[in-house]
């Protein structure tokens, strides 16, 4: 089958590997049909997590046809649409029984990391059972494949750790497609404000037609004392980092306001400052956490209700034979004006 294989920094293949088979008797063989590329992918490319080696098929987000299930896979048979989960769980283990997913002794997040991923003609899902979703004949499936990793990051680790509530006044930094997704989740509890704040007008032009009240351009690094002034110097009930770089985190805490969360959702890949000299007498909450795709089956409830517009997230859209330009185009977001790319799969005849 062909794939997206890892070789390296900045080195990717479109290239033949062998098609996956069952492994252990909770595994299913989904044929994907839809799949894209997440910011986490750009970050492997860039050679930035080391558990990804050479060989690895990338991907972690995807919909797909079951073509195989293993003998003690449950809940799903040959032929169901599925959605895949980015995060793979037991169900049994201690953080599990937390329904801390992403912690998962005997999972986490597996799929382009530490195993072949959604990127191909083909992936093996272990623990079939906890990491697909039966997908409503109802549910498009780009905005189906919008649920794999993109909105429960948004909605967990942004708007439900962030404790957005009805009124509350948001600020998110960040208008990438995580902070869009956080700015469509914030939206479901009755803001009264939501300011985005990005270096780029595009991306912030994007941002109010999903809904941003106020958009902040933080390129001559004065976007705190803008958001203080928006808010009449009173700052944000909620402020959400999304792009993990100190001056983002920076911006989240000088515009806080007292009793006020910063949930921080970027990644980051060096130490910030944290200015206690400020807020240690502020009551602010400070959160980090992994993704554990909990959320998914509600987030699956808003779509098929029409509550969610996910599809809204995808700007453009490749072939499976096309995903290197797919990669360029997602690679280079601001110049080529992307948000989500799907990749839709077109090389496997389904010969059922
Ligand atoms: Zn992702
Ligand atoms: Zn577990």
New binding site residues.
Partial sequence: MKALVFHGANNLAFEDKLKPTILQATDAIVRITTTTICGTDLHILKGDVQTVTDGRILGHEGVGIIEEVGANVMSFHKGDKVLISLIT?????????KAM?S?????GWLLGNSIDGTQAEYVRIPLADNGLYLLPPDVDEEAAVMLSCILPTGLECGTLKGQVKPGDKVAIVGAGPVGLAILLTAQLYSTSEIIMIDLDDNRLEVARTFGATQVVNSSDGKAAERVMSLTHAAGVDVAIEAVGLSQTFNICQAIIAPGGYIANVGVHGKSVELHLERLWASNITLTTRLVDAGTTPMLLRMVQSGHLNAKKLVSHRFELSEILKAYYTFGNAIKEHALKVVIKNTITINVD
């Fill in positions: 769980s037991c169900g049994s283990c201690s953080f599990c029984k997913y912690h998962c002794i005997n999972g």
